[in-house]
DNA sequence: CATGAATGAGTATTCATTCAT
DNA sequence: AATGAATGAATACTCATTCAT
């Protein structure tokens, strides 16, 4: 007896219900103090339901680590690097940025563990890092376009400058809690700029 | 009979050797899954007398997290927030400060894995949380002399810069790897400079 | 999906069976000896799985203790204050008590062992302690009934004498072997009426 | 080089010092809880010399439990069994017993462990139970000598009431606490006095 | 003899995974 | 598919005993 369509639904809305909260239990808690029965209860979900959908931790940390990058990957890419004005779109692309990393804290923390013990979690990270490379070099596209066009300093290689601001991104997120009153996120943008030598106007 | 100064001076480096140890496992595994055991061989000790030296897994984690920062504090301060040439000051500072976090990868991810999980880690987290709090604070004072002095720009908060060039400098040690040969990191001195805004010379 | 009628009757008997070696082997070996592991091997169960029905060996020894106790009470308890024929109550319960504590060596010897030692085992002998208390008192409204009636003499006070007859039930079950060839047991009865005052018929 | 008489009566004195707490502490806390550790704190005495004045702690235990009993067995013993008036000599020796048994309630909570356990603790059981033979033998002996010179109804047997009188005594120390308020202690000689079956004067 | 560090065997407890219902 | 009981491998920690000083 094939699934309905109704029955399809169901099972994608809990798969994504169990996704979102493990990827807060793992985010604050880590993988190992992180138990499949917590990630139920948070669920809502049986004990056993869990391994219906994800055959085992290793995979739900995988899936809870790499699916919601899909998600967000769109938004980091989302500027282009042939633009006229590559000083306007530097800025626009930071401060999208700035605020994107701001709001989604809880994933990104996951994000940082993962990066910061790449062969515990050797998997993930290269994931990560995949998408990393193809984050800065589009950065690093729109950087040496914006040299090419003199809005930007030369004395800066392009993907060191690039290496440098999603390292600063990450650190950033690294560094600041998100206490809503913290409005330093803001404040940064100007400083972030500064990575990439931007000639006065 | 107390113990020797003989056998005094060899439980120091007993306990040293387990620290330095203790630091390499917790930084590459994560806290849970280095066990004392672990620890014990890498060290070259008895299981039991790891406790000898640390009352229990926690005291052990603190100790390698917390013990090392005095090590490292000076390194990390040297520099004189009243200097006259602030910027040369800075540019000496970035400097050292860049080589530092190049050479103590280990202890950093630690560090990071801490940062990253504040509320896990808590009682380590405050410790280090301090020790940003004094170390920012003295590079916005020289900042803040460098922007009286005219040699920066005064755009800039010079708090906000300071936190700025912290993340940076955690952003890069989480996102750029060991390999010797990754030269990159002499590059990223000229960009971390520009953080804090420099007048062209 | 809830579990089956059966499957609940099935657990309610690996339950009692965890329960029933574990009180033969606290009872024998005392809380420190006893290990969860010789618990589950005499039970037939997976190690494990004593902790599925006791949450740790604290909650498993005292259900040992305590839970038994419900079923003997109403044994213990099974005696007339008001009875018209006071001597002959007591004769009747005085035999029950001896024969009871004849065969239930095992569980006793636990009690032994609690209210020996009431500070470590304290949830447990405040159980024990209650009981006790509505035992003898029970016990003391027989003997002032009888010494009413004439049928004690009256110079011992029923609480005291209820006291002494409890402590006096406990000690021989401290003093004498489970050996069956050991029949002193039912010559004690005669020497326990004694600490009532009995008349001469 | 021997040792000087001041030497050993030093070291006499600390033996006697660990006894000492010995007693306390395995008669509150039990043999396992009772550790080497909290002896030589509470004794003052570093570590390591209690194994120089016991060998291990089953001896350390062996001797808290034996030792005493040499000081105790006289003062238990202390009655004549050929007296001419038995029934003073009962009450006396029922009144310095009773005296007695309140005393020495942590020595005899010690005991209690051992008779309550005698397969774990056998050797130190095996001691016990010679002395307990010799002990209600002699009272025994008392017994029948009231009997035939018709001070004592003879309906019952002298042993059996002599087991029955040393049962009541260690389970009147078992229920009753140590509360120096606790004066039911004193009451209880006359109900002691029943289980010999007392002719009234 | 006195001291206390070194050792490792022993144990409670947790938890991912399996599987019967 | 959903449930939750069953299992046992893994691990922190304790403590008696040994032994070098």
Do not use: C
């Not at 869990?50 to 938004?75: M, R």
């Not at 994107?100 to 910061?116: D, K």
């Not at 690039?162 to 996120?185: C, H, K, V």
């Amino acid at each position: 007896m094939p699934l309905s369509a109704n029955q399809i639904e169901n099972m994608k809305a809990k798969r994504n219900k169990i996704l979102e909260q493990a990827i807060i239990l793992f985010s604050e808690h880590g993988y190992n103090d992180t138990t499949i029965s917590k990630v139920a209860k948070a669920s809502g979900i049986s004990f056993g339901s869990v391994f219906t959908y994800f055959k085992n931790k290793e995979e739900l940390f995988h899936h809870a680590v790499v699916d919601h990058l899909q998600e967000l990957s769109p938004l980091l890419m989302d500027f282009n690097p042939d633009a006229q004005n590559s000083y306007k779109e530097l800025e626009a692309m930071i401060d999208k940025h700035i605020r994107l990393f701001a709001s989604v804290g809880t994933y990104l923390r996951l994000v940082t563990q993962v990066i910061g013990q790449p062969k515990r979690f050797e998997r993930q990270f290269k994931k990560l890092d995949q998408f990393h490379y193809t984050f800065r070099s589009k950065i690093a596209a729109l950087v040496e376009h914006g040299q090419r066009s003199g809005q930007l300093h030369s004395g800066i290689d392009p993907v060191t400058s690039s290496i440098a601001y999603t390292s600063f991104l990450m650190g950033i997120r690294l560094n600041l809690t998100d206490q809503p009153e913290n409005n330093i996120w803001s404040d940064l943008a100007p400083v972030a700029m500064q990575l990439f030598g931007p000639k006065l106007p």
